[in-house]
């Protein structure tokens, strides 16, 4: 597995770095840290960009040295840009599995996609996981599935991962009534109730066929498996968060659907929803 850890030196990207280095890893995973320097202004002088760079290199450094005495195999790469960019482009040339950032910001500047974890989010081409400090030693892992692929992806992440004793995994799946489309102009429209419970007995039967299917495939990596099925009284988003609230969960895992260019923008996704509103940290898994 190769991960790509980008830190800036703040205090949300030493929380990545600690749990990148308490997690544990399949064996022969490999870290590369990046650290980027943003463009230098012609008022600043030569020894102030020698400074940063100075204190990038330290810091990197410093950065190696914690994740190999956790174990794993880890660089670091010194790089000037753009932050955003420079990820995104690291990570295009290297083929990472995962991105790992720490998330900026309080709940409300989540709404605002001018962060760094934000733009990684929409735009990487691999997986994603925003960190925010976990509560809790041991993990708490909500696995929110639909049955699509892009979920059995996830589910199937966690999976290729070992755990540690005491990890817990609960599978959440969302109870959507889809009703066909009905033009209504003055009149409200008719469904018969038979129609109506057909169609809801259809919807929890995707859900519990979804959950069912994510327990086989997580069960054998973590046996201490929970399952969740809530009816949708509320955005699919918003169930997630509450319930990962309520349960104690210290990481959500779901997958992306791989929306490109204004879908992405808009944060019409669920994914990309839930990891901007969540308080624990997020993966975004997008299948290989």
């Given at each position: 597995m190769k991960l790509l850890l980008a830190i800036d030196g703040s205090a949300p990207s030493h929380t990545a770095l600690e749990e990148v280095a308490a997690r544990p890893w399949p064996p022969g995973t490999q870290v590369e840290i990046l650290h980027v320097i943003e463009?230098?202004?012609?008022?600043?002088?030569?020894?102030t960009a020698e400074e940063l760079a100075r204190r990038g290199q330290d810091l990197?450094?410093?950065?190696?040295?914690q994740l190999r005495t956790a174990g794993l195999e880890a660089t670091g790469e010194l790089l000037h840009?753009?932050?955003?960019?420079?990820?995104?482009?690291?990570?295009?040339q290297t083929h990472p599995d995962w991105i790992v950032v720490g998330s900026h910001g309080s709940a409300a500047a989540r709404f605002v996609l001018g962060n760094v974890a934000s733009a990684v989010l929409h735009y990487a081409p691999c997986s994603v996981e925003i960190v925010r400090a976990r509560t809790g030693a041991a993990p708490k892992i909500l696995l929110a599935t639909d049955g699509s692929p892009a979920s059995e992806a996830a589910a199937r992440s966690i999976a290729e991962r070992p755990w540690p004793k005491g990890a817990e995994v609960r599978v959440l799946s969302?109870?959507?009534?889809?009703?066909?489309?009905?033009?209504?102009l003055l009149e409200p429209p008719f469904f018969h109730s038979s129609q109506v419970e057909e169609l809801r007995g259809v919807?929890?039967?995707?859900?519990?066929?979804?959950?069912?299917?994510?327990?086989?495939?997580?069960?054998?990596?973590?046996?201490?498996?929970?399952?969740?099925?809530?009816?949708l009284l509320e955005g699919p988003p918003r169930i997630i968060v509450d319930e990962a609230t309520q349960w104690g969960a210290n990481l959500i895992v779901l997958g992306s659907h791989g929306h490109?260019?204004?879908?992405?923008?808009?944060?019409?996704?669920?994914?990309?929803s839930v990891a901007m509103h969540a308080s624990c940290s997020v993966e975004v898994v997008r299948a290989k």
């Open positions: 463009p230098i202004h012609l008022w600043t002088t030569a020894t990197l450094t410093a950065a190696v040295a840009g753009d932050p955003k960019r420079v990820i995104l482009d690291r990570a295009g969302v109870v959507e009534l889809v009703l066909p489309p009905v033009v209504a919807a929890m039967k995707r859900a519990e066929d979804a959950v069912q299917t994510a327990v086989g495939i997580v069960s054998a990596a973590c046996p201490n498996v929970s399952q969740s099925i809530s009816v490109r260019g204004m879908d992405r923008f808009l944060l019409g996704s669920v994914s990309q």
